[in-house]
């Protein structure tokens, strides 16, 4: 990423604001009053932009949300085998099960868009379930 010569631009230090608030009623120039209030009232620093360039493409519109990627098949209070719902593009990733105290219980390739794991010698208490490469953890309860 590179940055494009003679983009910077401040909101705040328009020429009249450097040391006042950037919903100050006495700053002018180029923003008005109301886009520097609503900045002032959204942001906890100065706002800038800039403009960048890039070789590489930053948007994908096949992107695919973490979101519904591994869902609990039956709800996540679990008795004796975890059932879970895979989108096939996890087939071949890694699954891993934790424990509350980060031991690492269970590590399995996915093969399959339904997977069933026994949790039978599983003690009661909280799991956390990852997959390599999502961001998202799921929970579940061993009941």
């Excluded at 008005?32 to 209030?37: D, G, I, K, Q, V």
């Excluded at 620093?45 to 930053?58: D, G, I, K, R």
């Excluded at 869902?71 to 059932?83: A, R, V, Y």
């Excluded at 071949?92 to 026994?118: D, F, M, P, R």
């Amino acid at each position: 990423i590179n940055y494009v010569q003679n983009s910077y631009k401040s909101y705040g230090n328009n020429g009249n604001c450097y040391n006042k608030r950037i919903d100050d009623a006495t700053c002018s120039g180029d923003f008005n009053f109301t886009l520097r209030s609503n900045l002032y009232l959204m942001s906890d620093h100065l706002p800038v932009v800039a403009e960048l360039q890039s070789v590489n493409t930053l948007y994908n519109k096949e992107y695919v949300s973490t979101e519904n990627l591994l869902q609990f098949d039956k709800g996540n209070l679990i008795n004796e085998t975890l059932s879970l719902k895979v989108n096939p593009l996890l087939i071949n990733h890694q699954i891993e099960i934790y424990n509350s105290i980060g031991q690492k219980i269970v590590a399995k390739k996915i093969t399959h868009e339904q997977l069933h794991i026994s949790t039978s010698n599983f003690d009661k208490g909280i799991y956390f379930i990852k997959v390599t490469n999502i961001p998202k953890i799921l929970k579940f309860v061993k009941r």
